[in-house]
């Protein structure tokens, strides 16, 4: 009863604490009815990119912001998972639920082996190790001619039982409830002995160890479900974009993952979905905005967002959510001082 | 047959190994001496080959491409760790890897602007074109011959600077503790920019040797920039003999891998297997020494600091 009392006053602190990842959760379940009604469903298709990439850099949050690992792999695991719905495919398992735990397990032992190796190393040399088996994953894929080698293949999108992918509608809520399933877990694991562990070896490993408990051995068990929840974000991407490619693994795209998180705010658990949103809007309005101050480079607006990358590391300290406690900081100040 | 095969892939494995090198003897020292994690030094290689492309087609002459391009890249090198890197020394490695990251995609999308996405061939000088033969019966192209050449002296250059010159005994005490080289009275300020400038120097050279052999294209420097991180981890951090040698293993293992695993292959297993696994395997293959590397030695082969 206890255990369970407990589970309950957890989640409940946590709706107290991470108000925005409610809101940003429920913000995405009613966005469907604002794209119906102003007609525009290639939203919907940029929302799905948005809660996908959120997923998968809130997985890769868990190792970097709170477990203080710099990997710059994660790609691999959402290609990885990407795969793993097309190689099932390939030889005739359509059933979603299969694909899917076909990628938790593999990405789990794959997390397993690269956590064991890498962890092994640290500061730069973890950085690059991890990035060393993510190009690894992605050549071993580029060379596999039986699953389309560089251009990749095309597939049908999974079969949930009775949840028909084809209907756009339920694919989103597809990936929804996915990430509600994600956020709800990781805010548990955040929250539970384990994620206090892993926030206190960032801070200093030693003094854990001096407590008793292996520093690796949590690290590794972090770094497997952040491999796991990446893989999910993949399996779920290749079903959506009913196309796998090594494309999905290069090591941009494990660049972009960090930056979703910085942009957000580390460590935290709405900020890598805050981030994946503003990552995405930038992508599809830099262009548009581009276009229409300087129509014959709006294909270049790189030029623009490479700078903002740099300006956002440059003063943004605490992503955007350190943006929004400082002003929630202020506001309050500012009604302390008026008095009731 | 297979000799002349062996040596001309050896060959080619030598002078993707210096070129490699004259990359990752910069950063290895970027890496080692300021502890920057700097991604956009590809971004340097594709100045070079670009600056090099451009001048030698606009005066038609080769070689003064190449001498223009040395300063432009240096400029490059110098301007960049003014503006940027020297605020960068003091954050985390994430945010240097961000803020590097974002110079990538700026630099590759600026000559996407000035140059057009298409890449730019150039041409030969004559002195440098057709082949010569190493062994009787082994034509080898002199060009391919000329990079080897200029890359080991630019290799036994740095040799020599690092290991007998006033600078270079800087640049080494720095590797090894940077602190303590600023509390004896160097000024380390300077010395970083200095490097990060002749660094970046050395991989516009790489850019423009490699101009006439590949495609010199937006985003040409990044492959190049990935696999010298890999010669760096293995050859050690801070390590420019490390760096040297590394390049070669590397360099070696990649070409003759390719070349000749999926042969070696099928005298092990069965055809299809071999075809399928062997350009695969080959493609792994330089990561997977890295990995075993750093399992076995965590800070790779020399590694500098003591």
Redesign the interface.
């Known amino acids: 009863m206890s255990g369970i009392r407990n589970l309950i006053g957890l989640v409940y602190e946590g709706v107290k604490d991470n108000r925005l990842l409610w809101l940003l959760i429920i913000g995405f379940a009613l966005f469907p009815i604002i794209t119906h009604f102003a007609d525009l469903p290639f939203w919907n298709d940029v929302a799905m990119r948005i809660m996908l990439l959120g997923m998968a850099a809130m997985g890769l949050n868990l190792v970097?912001g709170y477990g203080g690992m710099?990997s710059?792999g994660h790609a691999a695991f959402i290609g990885i998972g990407a795969y793993c719905a097309g190689i099932s495919q390939f030889y005739g398992i359509t059933n979603g639920w299969v694909h899917l735990g076909f990628s938790i397990i593999t990405c789990g032992f794959a997390g397993l082996v690269i956590g064991y190796?890498a962890l092994?190393?640290s500061?730069?040399?973890f950085?690059?190790?991890t990035?060393?088996?993510a190009?690894?994953l992605f050549?071993?894929f580029?060379?596999?001619?039986?699953f389309g080698g560089d251009d990749g293949m095309s597939i049908d999108r999974a079969e949930f039982g009775f949840i028909d992918l084809y209907d756009p509608l339920r694919l989103y809520f597809l990936i929804w409830i996915a990430l509600v399933v994600v956020g709800m877990g990781l805010m548990f694991i955040v929250r539970s002995r384990f994620g206090v562990t892993l926030r206190a070896i960032k801070s200093n490993a030693s003094r854990v160890e001096a407590m008793g408990l292996s520093p690796l051995r949590f690290k590794i068990v972090g770094y497997v479900i952040s491999a796991v929840v990446c893989g999910i974000a993949g399996t779920l991407f290749a079903s959506w974009q009913e196309y796998v490619s090594p494309d999905i693994m290069h090591?941009?795209r494990s660049?972009e993952l960090?930056?979703i998180i910085?942009l957000g705010g580390?460590g935290t658990l709405a900020g890598p979905l805050l981030g994946a949103i503003v990552f995405l809007l930038l992508e599809e309005c830099l262009p548009l905005l581009l276009g229409a101050a300087a129509p014959a480079?709006a294909e270049?607006w790189?030029?623009l967002?490479?700078?903002?990358?740099?300006m956002?590391?440059?003063f943004g300290r605490g992503g955007l959510i350190g943006l929004l406690s400082q002003l929630q900081v202020r506001r309050n100040a500012r009604s302390d001082h008026r008095g009731p | 047959m297979t000799l002349t095969l062996i040596l001309e892939q050896t060959f080619n494995g030598l002078q993707a190994g210096v070129t490699l090198f004259l990359v990752a003897a910069g950063l290895t020292l970027i890496l080692g001496i300021m502890d920057v994690v700097f991604l956009a030094h590809g971004a340097q290689v594709m100045i070079g080959a670009y600056a090099a492309a451009a001048v030698a087609a606009a005066t038609g002459n080769f070689y003064i491409g190449l001498f223009l391009a040395i300063p432009v890249t240096f400029a490059s090198g110098y301007v960049l760790e003014f503006l940027l890197i020297r605020h960068l020394y003091r954050r985390d490695h994430m945010e240097q890897v961000l803020a590097t990251f974002g110079l990538i995609l700026f630099f590759n999308e600026l000559i996407r602007i000035g140059f057009g996405p298409a890449a730019l061939y150039s041409d030969l000088p004559r002195s440098l074109s057709g082949f010569v033969e190493i062994l009787p019966g082994a034509p080898y192209p002199i060009y391919r011959l000329w990079v080897i050449l200029v890359g080991l002296a630019c290799a036994i250059g740095i040799h020599i600077f690092v290991s007998r010159t006033r600078i270079g005994a800087m640049v080494r005490a720095g590797a090894n503790n940077p602190e303590m080289t600023a509390a004896l009275g160097i000024n380390i300020k300077i010395l970083f920019r200095f490097i990060f400038a002749v660094g970046a120097c050395f991989a516009g050279v790489a850019g423009m040797m490699l101009g006439p052999i590949t495609a010199v294209q937006p985003g040409m420097g990044e492959p190049l920039l990935i696999l010298s991180l890999v010669v760096i981890i293995i050859g050690g951090v801070g390590s420019v003999r490390g760096a040297f040698i590394a390049a070669i293993i590397v360099g070696l293992i990649d070409t003759l891998g390719r070349v000749f695993l999926p042969a070696m292959l099928r005298s092990v297993v069965d055809q299809a297997t071999a075809d399928g696994a062997g350009p695969a395997v080959a493609s792994m293959l330089v990561y997977i020494t890295m990995a075993v590397v750093l399992i076995f030695r965590p800070t790779g082969l020399f590694p500098a600091k003591g």
């Open positions: 970097l710099v710059f190796l092994r190393t500061g730069i040399y950085i690059m190790i990035l060393a088996f190009q690894m050549f071993l580029v060379s596999l001619e039986a090591w941009t660049g960090m930056i910085i580390l480079y270049n790189m030029i967002f490479g700078p903002f990358l740099i956002v590391v440059m």
